[in-house]
DNA sequence: GTGAAAGCGCTAACAC
DNA sequence: GTGTTAGCGCTTTCAC
């Protein structure tokens, strides 16, 4: 590396001290309007960048926020890495991945070693690792700010959200709506909350609109294509089976269409599938996928806010964190549950 | 952060001083065995963890390894950051993430002022970045180590790849076999490298056999799902269409399969579909995909091995660099290839 | 083979 | 409002 402009070269071009500079750098009050503008011409003109390590080790912090993951769903993954990232650039931190196990047994020493070696100022942490409470109380515990995503953790943490009970009611109102009364359900992973969620707005529709019940349609399965396969192939076979089904989300949905073209079952004449999540799989399948769209990229992005929120107050004042976050979903209706009538 | 543990610590509780630890951390030679043991001893016993901020800032380095990339295809990138997350995670070195646009007239800027801003280490350039020689160039004079990935790159840099021409040859060998003597072919983004070395397989291919190279059946695509159904209708609406059609990736392969069912054309039996990639699309959708795998896993993890000799050779040694890394390929022969007899 | 001293580029605490 | 002085936790240089 060239060697390279440093806080004194700035200092000395403008005329002031280090610590005028270094007060410009990170916003701080009590810089008059001239020196100000003097500084900040300074640092244009010589295309100066502050050196983040020695930023980090006296201001005893990385620059650095983590993101918490296990490597389930890539579509969703990348989408939310996207969003975080743009910020990262706005604000000149940097991104530390930290993939990790749900179920692995190593998952907390795993993250915690994480914690101390990168030292990141603080994580994001998505499901179903958010899911884990002994993992979030870790953390807390860790006393590193943490924002979660797509769960709502078990209250004690910020999270950025959409209302999945919500957008299953919704779905399931699509159906009814599109003449279905038989509908059946594949259930997501257990681990993650918003299983759960997805399942408690498709069966309190069906209350709502007094419809059947029926059990036999309703069967779980763990988010991935293999699943949804399963459950397609057991709900198809069934003496009454459903005319429409609702995955939990589009791979379990992918995997109920790759079934019915098996057996020559027309889609969405014969039977309507609907899936969860938007990913570019729900396009490029055919039919294409009636599904439900999350603002991911944008989570990732307003996660992130609160994150560096949070980090910004942190020493401060106490931390009001216990907040959610609500996002807005939509309905995006394709051709898998085109009306037959 | 709580108050952690400190080279000093560890020196004390050893009985050395902070520097024979510091040679202990960076295996440095001029280490006796037994002196060796007890640091690293007391190393274990406190838990101690290096500052990495203290480290870059004394010794001018981040233990920051970048990855430069254009968002085109999730799943490729998906596997191959986890490729290189793996060696990361063994070595201590973080990742910095580096997205941004091909033809973007920033890009070179942009990239630049991200190696000042990050101050990586080194950067591993995947695909269609490493096909512009100007980017190239601008990272090679601005003195930071790099390998390429899935590109030969102007040939001045270390690149990891596959034999992109012997594969797809191997598949239209393939189709060949199966009986197919019409062939047409999807072409790759005309900005990829790739995109040519596949043609150019399947043109050897082809003139290797004595087969009609129609040039009907040839059509440009540009690596997504929407260019594979453009030229899928146009493929299928001549008037001799061929009975086989190599896309060269599968989100394009995706997009014939498409059509060919909106068209109640029967796949593989009045029509063979191939692609290359091996994504998750291509076991998802169908019928199932035949394509190419490519271990783009080990891919990540091998271009961040070199990169890492590299970095550690800096200064030392002139840098033998542009040697060329060929990994293994593999035919996944699925359903929508089989044998139609 | 090992250690002492200096300093990497910045921020913290305090003085003015 | 602004500057001065100490470090942050390491690696480097050079002495032994």
């Given at each position: 590396m060239t060697v390279s402009v440093t806080i004194d070269d700035v200092a000395i071009k403008a005329g002031v001290s280090i610590k005028t500079v270094s007060r410009v750098l990170n916003r701080?009050?009590?810089?008059s309007e001239k020196t100000l503008a003097k500084v900040q011409e300074a640092i244009k003109a010589l295309n100066y960048r502050p050196n983040n390590a020695a930023r980090g080790l006296a201001g005893r912090r990385s620059f650095l926020v983590g993101l918490l993951y296990d490597n389930a769903s890539v579509n969703y993954l990348a989408k939310l890495q996207t969003g975080v990232l743009t910020l990262c650039e706005e604000t000149g931190y940097g991104l530390a991945l930290c993939p990790a196990t749900f179920?692995?047994?190593?998952l907390i020493d795993h993250v915690t070693m994480w914690l101390r070696q990168t030292q990141v100022d603080g994580v994001v942490i998505t499901p179903p690792l958010s899911d884990s409470k002994a993992l979030l109380r870790a953390i807390m515990s860790s006393n590193v700010p943490a924002v979660i995503v797509s769960s709502k953790g078990p209250g004690d943490m910020p999270a950025v959200i959409i209302d999945e009970a919500k957008a299953a009611w919704d779905m399931t109102q699509h159906l009814i709506h599109a003449g279905h009364t038989k509908i059946g359900f594949i259930k997501g992973?257990?681990?993650?909350s918003s299983s759960e969620e997805r399942y408690r707005g498709f069966q309190d529709c069906l209350i709502h609109n007094g419809l059947e019940h029926n059990g036999e349609w309703v069967k779980q399965g763990y988010f991935d294509f293999e699943s949804g396969v399963s459950a397609g192939q057991e709900l198809l076979s069934l003496?009454?089976?459903?005319t429409a089904i609702f995955a939990s989300n589009d791979d379990m949905a992918a995997g109920v269409l790759h079934v019915a073209h098996r057996l020559n079952?027309?889609?969405?004449?014969?039977m309507a599938v609907v899936g969860f999540d938007d990913t570019s799989l729900s396009r490029q399948i055919w039919p294409s996928l009636t599904t439900v769209q999350q603002p991911i990229r944008l989570m990732g992005t307003r996660a992130l806010e609160l994150l560096l929120e949070i980090i910004a107050q942190k020493g401060d004042v106490v931390v009001p964190s216990n907040t959610v976050h609500q996002m807005d979903f939509q309905l995006m209706v394709r051709e898998s549950s085109q009306c037959s009538n």
């Amino acid at each position: 590396m060239t060697v390279s402009v440093t806080i004194d070269d700035v200092a000395i071009k403008a005329g002031v001290s280090i610590k005028t500079v270094s007060r410009v750098l990170n916003r701080e009050p009590n810089v008059s309007e001239k020196t100000l503008a003097k500084v900040q011409e300074a640092i244009k003109a010589l295309n100066y960048r502050p050196n983040n390590a020695a930023r980090g080790l006296a201001g005893r912090r990385s620059f650095l926020v983590g993101l918490l993951y296990d490597n389930a769903s890539v579509n969703y993954l990348a989408k939310l890495q996207t969003g975080v990232l743009t910020l990262c650039e706005e604000t000149g931190y940097g991104l530390a991945l930290c993939p990790a196990t749900f179920g692995d047994d190593g998952l907390i020493d795993h993250v915690t070693m994480w914690l101390r070696q990168t030292q990141v100022d603080g994580v994001v942490i998505t499901p179903p690792l958010s899911d884990s409470k002994a993992l979030l109380r870790a953390i807390m515990s860790s006393n590193v700010p943490a924002v979660i995503v797509s769960s709502k953790g078990p209250g004690d943490m910020p999270a950025v959200i959409i209302d999945e009970a919500k957008a299953a009611w919704d779905m399931t109102q699509h159906l009814i709506h599109a003449g279905h009364t038989k509908i059946g359900f594949i259930k997501g992973h257990p681990d993650h909350s918003s299983s759960e969620e997805r399942y408690r707005g498709f069966q309190d529709c069906l209350i709502h609109n007094g419809l059947e019940h029926n059990g036999e349609w309703v069967k779980q399965g763990y988010f991935d294509f293999e699943s949804g396969v399963s459950a397609g192939q057991e709900l198809l076979s069934l003496n009454k089976p459903p005319t429409a089904i609702f995955a939990s989300n589009d791979d379990m949905a992918a995997g109920v269409l790759h079934v019915a073209h098996r057996l020559n079952i027309l889609i969405p004449e014969t039977m309507a599938v609907v899936g969860f999540d938007d990913t570019s799989l729900s396009r490029q399948i055919w039919p294409s996928l009636t599904t439900v769209q999350q603002p991911i990229r944008l989570m990732g992005t307003r996660a992130l806010e609160l994150l560096l929120e949070i980090i910004a107050q942190k020493g401060d004042v106490v931390v009001p964190s216990n907040t959610v976050h609500q996002m807005d979903f939509q309905l995006m209706v394709r051709e898998s549950s085109q009306c037959s009538n």
